[in-house]
Nanobody
Framework: VQLQASGGGLVQAGGSLRLSCAAS????????MGWFRQAPGKEREFVAT????????TYADSVKGRFTITRDNAKDTVYLQMNSLKPEDTAVYYC???????????????????WGQGTLVTVSS
């Protein structure tokens, strides 16, 4: 059972990146999914979450209006479109899934049971 995050890289401030999180080993298209990030020396923090059907989303205040989380359940993939990137967005980004049957979105990382390996996003000033 794996979540594979990809799409990270180096980008200038103001630029855009799209992260992808693909499932393998089992399907996550009925799970609430989320993105978190961890900057050097800081705790892992919530970024965005999406309901299993994709109809509702929640964002951290720091990314609201700049980031968009979506999912394609036919491809078992979750995306994070990141626009207007800032140097403070620099971090390792992780995708995560709640347990099947946990229907509510959550901003609490302890409520996510499955984690991907992370992809590094570096925003230069």
């Amino acid at each position: 059972v794996q979540l594979q995050a990809s799409g990270g890289g180096l980008v200038q401030a103001g630029g855009s990146l799209r992260l992808s999180c693909a499932a393998s080993g089992r399907s996550f298209n009925k799970n609430v999914m989320g993105w978190f990030r961890q900057a050097p020396g800081k705790e892992r923090e919530f970024v965005a979450t999406i309901s299993w059907g994709g109809s509702t989303t929640t964002y951290a205040d720091s990314v609201k209006g700049r980031f968009t989380i979506t999912r394609d359940n036919a491809k078992d993939t979750v995306y994070l479109q990141m626009n207007s990137l800032k140097p403070e967005d620099t971090a390792v980004y992780y995708c995560a899934a709640r347990l099947l049957g946990s229907v509510s979105k959550s901003t609490d990382r302890s409520e996510y049971a499955y984690w991907g390996q992370g992809t590094l996003v570096t925003v230069s000033s």
